[in-house]
C-alpha cells in the first residue's frame, strides 16, 4: 500500500481505539502526554508517529503493538481499507471533475464508519449488476460529457485549424477519399481491405489499427459513412497527438482511464469533421423557423453529410445546448432481435439532469410508446433502411413534457438486429420561443411512462407488463391503513 494510505489506516486505527476508551483528544494528550494537534494529525492521516511514540500510545491504549501498527482492520473498517488496497482511488479520472484525492481521504478520515457503510452499499449494488471497470469507465465518461453539456470548444478549434492545415472544405461534406489520401500522404498510413475478412472471429469489427507498420485493417461490408467516420476518427488520434489509444473498432476493451477519453475525443473530432458545425446551424435554424415540422428534415441532412443517423444525433447533443441554450436533452440508443420483445437501451447520454426516460437494470420492461420503440417495430416489419418518427412525450407522474425525434435502421453488422437513436428536448419556455412549429396539430401527442412495471396509465393497449411496484405500493398502503385502524380500535 501506498505511504499515505498507511498513514490514514493507522489514524483511523487510532480513532477507534480512542473513541472506544471514551477518550476526547484533549484526554488522549492528557494521557500519553503527546501534544493534542500532533494526535489530530495521526488520526488524519497526515503523520505517522515514530516508535517510541506507537509505544507509548500502545501501553497507554493498552493494545498489543504489533496490533496497533497492523494494516489489518476489523469489520467496521475493512472496507475501507479494501477500498485503499484496489487503489481504486487510483482510477477514478477525479481530475476531471477538479477533485484531489486527497479530498476523498479527508472525508474517509472524518467519518469512517458512515463512509465504510457507503462504500459497502456500492460494493454490494455493483455485484448485483456485474459493474465492473468497463462500466465504471464508460459511466465516468457520461458524467465528464453531461458536466461540459457535451460541448468542447478545443476540439472544434482542432476542427477548424485540421480543415485549414489541410484544405479541406467545411462548406460540404467530405468523401472517404479525401481523408484516405490524407492519411497516406501525410502520416504513412496504409489502408488494407481484404486481411479482416478472412477472419470470422472479427466479423463484428470495423476496422482494426496496427500502429508499429501504420496498418490500417478495414471490414469490407462497411459502407461510405462508416469508412468516412473511421478515417476521420484515425485523423483525429493523428492531428490531436493521442498516443494512448484503442487500436480497434468497436472496442473490444481497454486497460485504463485515458484510452476511453482519449477514444470519445477522437469520436468528438470526426463527428465535427464530417458535420461542420456552421452548415448544421443553418439547416437547424431553417426547421425551427417553420411553423410546421419538416418530416424530411432528417433525410435531407442525411442526404448533405457522409454520416450515419447516430452521428447526426449526437453531432445535435453538441450543438443545441451550446449554440441555441436548449440544455435539458438526452440521447438514447436502443437493440432490438426481430422476433424479440426485448428492447434495449446500450447508450445514453442527460444534459442538465436525469430526464424521465432513462435506462434500468432490472430488466423491466421499457414504455412501448416511446418513438425510440415505436420506430424499431416499425422497422422490422416494413423493408426501410430508415424509419424516422415524431413526437411530444407527456409524463404524467412527473409532470415533464419532451419533443422527440427518433430515427431506426438495420444493423449492418448483425442479422436481424436493428438499432434506434433518439433525442429528446424539455418542452419548456426556451424550447417554446425557439421551435415554431412545436404547436403543430399534425405532431403526436403520447402519455407514456419509463417502464411498465412502473407506469399508472390506465387502459394502456400497449402496455407490456402488469404495473406489479404500483400494484405491491398500493396493497402495502391499504394493509398500512387497516393496521391505523386497528390501533385507533384498540387504543
Request: hydrophobic letters at 35%.
Amino acid at each position: 500500500m501506498e505511504e499515505e494510505y498507511i498513514k490514514l489506516i493507522f489514524g483511523l486505527k487510532l480513532k477507534q481505539l480512542r473513541l472506544k476508551k471514551d477518550l476526547s483528544l484533549f484526554g488522549l494528550a492528557k494521557l500519553t502526554g503527546l501534544s493534542k494537534s500532533y494526535l489530530n494529525e495521526i488520526e488524519k492521516g497526515k503523520k505517522y508517529p515514530k516508535t517510541d511514540k506507537i509505544i507509548l500510545l500502545a501501553e497507554k491504549l493498552e493494545i498489543p503493538y504489533d496490533s496497533l501498527v497492523s494494516l489489518k482492520l476489523d469489520k467496521n473498517l475493512a472496507p475501507v481499507g479494501q477500498l485503499f488496497q484496489s487503489k481504486i482511488l487510483k482510477e477514478i479520472p477525479l481530475d476531471l471533475f477538479g477533485v484531489k484525492e486527497r479530498d476523498l481521504i479527508e472525508i474517509v478520515a472524518n467519518a469512517p464508519t458512515k463512509v465504510n457503510a457507503f462504500i459497502s452499499t456500492i460494493i454490494e449494488i455493483a455485484k448485483q449488476y456485474n459493474f465492473g471497470k468497463e462500466s465504471f469507465y464508460l459511466a465516468s465518461l457520461r458524467s465528464f460529457q453531461e458536466a461540459n453539456n457535451n460541448y468542447f470548444p478545443e476540439l472544434e478549434q482542432a476542427v477548424v485549424d485540421f480543415a485549414k492545415a489541410y484544405h479541406v472544405d467545411l462548406g460540404k461534406s467530405v468523401s472517404s477519399n479525401e481523408l484516405e489520401e490524407i492519411l497516406v500522404e501525410e502520416y504513412g498510413y496504409t489502408i488494407n481491405n481484404d486481411d479482416l475478412n478472412k477472419h470470422k472471429e472479427l466479423d463484428s469489427l470495423r476496422s482494426v489499427f496496427v500502429p508499429k507498420t501504420k496498418t490500417l485493417l478495414i471490414a469490407s461490408h462497411i459502407d461510405e459513412p462508416q469508412r468516412t467516420f473511421i478515417y476521420a476518427k484515425e485523423l483525429g488520434y493523428n492531428y490531436l497527438k493521442i498516443t494512448e489509444r484503442l487500436y480497434t473498432f468497436s472496442w473490444i476493451n481497454f486497460d485504463h482511464f485515458d484510452q476511453v477519453l482519449n477514444n470519445f475525443y477522437a469520436s468528438y473530432f470526426a463527428g465535427a469533421l464530417l458535420i461542420p458545425r456552421n452548415l448544421l446551424k443553418q439547416q437547424i435554424d431553417q426547421m425551427l423557423a417553420k411553423t410546421a415540422f419538416d418530416k424530411s428534415f432528417l433525410s435531407e441532412i442525411r442526404s448533405n453529410y457522409n454520416a450515419s443517423p447516430e452521428s447526426l444525433y449526437q453531432r445535435l447533443t453538441n450543438l443545441l445546448p451550446h449554440d441555441y441554450q436548449l440544455e435539458n436533452l438526452f440521447f438514447l440508443r436502443f437493440s432490438h432481435t426481430k422476433g424479440s420483445t426485448r428492447y434495449d437501451i446500450t447508450k445514453e447520454l442527460h444534459l442538465t439532469h436525469q430526464h424521465s426516460p432513462h435506462g434500468n437494470q432490472t430488466n423491466e420492461k421499457y414504455c412501448r410508446r416511446w418513438a425510440s420503440i415505436r420506430v424499431l417495430k416499425d422497422i422490422a416489419t416494413q423493408n426501410e433502411e430508415h424509419i424516422m418518427d415524431l413526437q411530444v412525450s407527456h409524463y404524467p407522474d412527473d409532470q415533464l413534457s419532451y419533443l422527440i425525434l427518433a430515427s431506426a435502421t438495420k444493423d449492418p453488422f448483425k442479422e436481424s438486429q436493428y438499432r434506434s437513436v433518439s433525442i429528446g428536448l424539455q418542452v419548456t419556455d426556451t424550447l417554446s420561443k425557439k421551435a415554431k412549429f412545436l404547436k403543430d396539430p399534425a405532431i403526436k401527442q403520447m402519455n407514456v411512462g419509463v417502464t411498465c412495471e412502473r407506469c399508472s396509465i390506465a387502459d394502456c393497449a400497449e402496455r407490456a407488463a402488469a404495473p406489479i411496484y404500483l400494484q405491491n405500493r398500493a396493497k402495502h398502503q391499504e394493509t398500512a391503513q387497516v393496521v391505523r385502524q386497528l390501533q385507533q380500535k384498540f387504543s
